[in-house]
């Protein structure tokens, strides 16, 4: 790879309003009035594989929202990188927490990013670090430089559980036949210690609700002698965790893998500070699972967290009314060998089993998908790191991450491929938070250290 530095500096303020007027567009999936701006994102970035050199490109279109597929094959004796990423963003809400809005992207400097961060949902998930393949691309087509076939496979459903992707992937086997599956929709450490993520948690996603009476009633005509189903709903979900905040749903750790003393002691070797920690997140102390380190708690334990609560008045001012219901979503994080279905299973019986009577229970499974842990010993794995030591000058450092890609273990099922997941966003980017953003160091950084991949991996492969 040569030059990539200077193509980049040359290209850099192009390749930075290409990617705002990307953010421009609220491709939100999960919100049905957005399903025209889905759609035009969805062009968008058919359009734009087309402009950085691949030879076929396609709308292809699905139950839900369409998956984007391109293609450039220079010799099918060569390996072949399928490129997986999504163009759909996570809502917005709330909107009073922003800043600046959402959807008019600025950049800003920040302490972390002095350089300047791009500010706008979707920045750093995963439009931002899904963009930087496609100018990766562009750089390798124009110079002459790519090294190896590429396919591209951006769907637009990743923020809502990628419901039509199974289908796809089980219909289109040959037309994503690959070598290796690369996917940059996670962090590393710092900007200064590079990390490729080896892991990641499933999830189990649900909504519950809990009816009590046939409609609201007046608190003081009614209260003390009929279930309140907000008071019940609170106390339901108190339960789920005892005073180790250990999860009690009966089964749910049978199958937690536990870590070796020696496993537990190399991630410990990875830096993490506890009081910048404390002072990012603007809290006094740490809080999980007793006898776990925060890193642990965050990448190789299991969770139960209520992401959403509401029911009842929740207006200016007083209504003294027992709202008829309340409601909650709660999200579980798992670890390998954690069967998401299974775990789905448990939640529902056990939450429906605690329910007092007075109150009826009510537990909707929304999406899930198995955890991940890739191998460290693959051509692919040590084609990412010298990639990494090119461009960061410093071996990467494997890691854990607790977020959750479900897909990735979908894609080994069905196309016998590893992924490799190369992401270059910070974990203070707030990603699904007010504020999201991706520093320009990073995104550009991310453009120049991926060509190198392509290279090390097909100089690998002979």
């Not at 597929?69 to 809502?91: A, R």
């Not at 036949?177 to 710092?190: E, H, K, Q, R, Y």
């Not at 608190?219 to 005892?242: E, F, Q, R, T, W």
Request: proline share 6%.
């Amino acid at each position: 790879m040569q030059d990539t530095h200077n193509y980049i500096e040359k290209n850099k303020q192009r390749f930075i309003d290409e990617l705002i007027e990307l953010l421009k567009i609220p491709s939100i999936s999960a919100d049905s009035a957005y399903k025209e701006d889905v759609l035009k994102t969805a062009e968008a970035v058919r359009d734009s594989l087309q402009k950085a050199g691949c030879d076929t490109v396609e709308i292809c279109e699905t139950p839900g929202y369409p998956i984007v597929f391109g293609e450039k094959i220079i010799d099918s004796n060569l390996p072949t990188v399928l490129v997986y990423g999504h163009y759909d963003v996570q809502p917005p809400d709330p909107l009073d927490l922003w800043n600046s809005p959402p959807f008019e992207p600025v950049i800003q400097k920040t302490e972390l990013h002095p350089e300047g961060a791009i500010f706008a949902r979707g920045a750093c998930d995963d439009k931002g670090q899904m963009y930087m393949h496609v100018k990766a691309l562009e750089y390798m087509t124009q110079t002459n430089q790519l090294p190896c076939n590429v396919k591209f496979m951006i769907e637009g459903e990743e923020e809502v559980g990628s419901e039509s992707l199974e289908g796809f992937v089980t219909k289109n086997q040959e037309k994503l036949a690959n070598d290796v599956i690369l996917i940059s929709d996670t962090g590393m450490i710092a900007n200064d210690i590079p990390s490729i993520t080896t892991g990641l948690r499933g999830l189990s996603y649900v909504e519950v609700e809990v009816t009590g009476p046939n409609r609201d009633l007046h608190s003081g005509l009614y209260g003390g002698a009929v279930a309140n189903p907000i008071n019940v709903l609170a106390k339901m979900i108190a339960s789920l965790h005892d005073e180790n905040n250990h999860i009690t749903i009966p089964g749910f750790y049978d199958k937690v893998e536990e870590l070796s003393s020696e496993e537990r002691a190399k991630m410990a070797e990875a830096p993490f500070n506890k009081e910048a920690y404390k002072k990012a997140l603007d809290i006094d102390d740490v809080y999980g699972e007793k006898g776990y380190t925060t890193n642990e708690r965050n990448s190789i334990r299991p969770t139960l967290d209520v992401n959403g609560i509401w029911g009842g008045y929740t207006g200016e001012g007083a209504k003294t009314v027992i709202a008829s219901k309340a409601y909650a979503k709660i999200s579980m994080r798992l670890v390998p060998h954690q069967d998401w279905k299974e775990i789905t299973l448990l939640f529902k019986s056990h939450f429906e089993r605690i329910a007092p009577e007075g109150v009826r229970v009510e537990v909707q499974p929304h999406h899930g998908g198995q955890g991940y842990v890739t191998p460290i010993d693959t051509v692919a794995y040590q084609a990412a790191s010298k990639a990494y030591e090119k461009t960061f000058g410093k071996t990467p450092i494997p890691q854990r991450s607790g977020g959750s890609i479900p897909i990735v273990s979908l894609f080994e099922k069905e196309l016998k491929s590893k992924t490799i997941l190369m992401g270059f966003g910070l974990d203070s980017d707030a990603i699904h938070s007010p504020n999201e953003h991706f520093g320009v160091w990073n995104y550009l950084k991310g453009i120049e250290t991926i060509p190198q991949f392509y290279h090390y991996f097909a100089t690998m492969q002979e």
